[in-house]
């Protein structure tokens, strides 16, 4: 019978052998203890894990990576997926396999992989599938604009907030434009 060699301790303490994945459960299957590390991928190995992450982050964003382990477009884009999590370090990244976690696959009626599933303070907002690089960037960078900002960063001298993009106020100040020129007329 063919036994593996088993790795030196040399080997072992190698930056090559240092996987960019990180498991969210014990040796024993069971939930662990601790939360997701910014930077890596926390692989989720129970529907439950996912629920307690949400949870308990507060106003994080947090990217679901639903893949099959069969699939050619999965292993494609993995390796992406695991460098724009330390891109994001603020961003938490988690990975399922829809084959261990079905009842993931069904909860985001999952027909195409690799699906990605956004939340902010733990409900969704948005959601794609496919094995895109550039559309995976964008989700990212739009889903931050719209998470925690300094909101005096984006205000005009008369305390309006206003929308960097669009030029125009929005909230309260909408209102304020209003009463003026109902007192004007």
Do not use: N
């Amino acid at each position: 019978m063919f036994k593996f060699p088993q790795p030196s301790e040399e080997e072992k303490a190698s930056p090559a052998s240092v996987s960019p994945t990180r498991t969210a459960t014990d040796a024993q299957g069971a939930l662990a203890e601790h939360m997701p590390c910014p930077g890596l991928v926390t692989v989720l190995h129970h529907e439950q894990e996912l629920d307690r992450i949400l949870e308990t982050l507060g106003s994080r964003w947090v990217v679901l990576e639903l893949l099959a382990s069969w699939s050619a477009a999965c292993a494609a884009i993995r390796s992406d997926f695991e460098v724009l999590a330390k891109a994001y370090p603020t961003w938490i990244f988690l990975r399922a396999d829809i084959l261990q976690l079905p009842g993931l696959a069904r909860r985001w009626s999952c027909t195409r992989v690799p699906l990605y599933v956004f939340f902010w303070q733990g409900a969704q907002e948005t959601q794609f599938a496919g094995a895109s690089v550039r559309k995976l960037r964008e989700v990212l960078d739009d889903c931050s604009m719209l998470g925690p900002t300094d909101i005096a960063a984006h205000a005009d001298p008369a305390g309006r907030v206003t929308d960097w993009k669009l030029g125009e106020s929005r909230g309260s100040s909408a209102a304020g434009a209003s009463e003026e020129s109902d007192r004007e007329g």
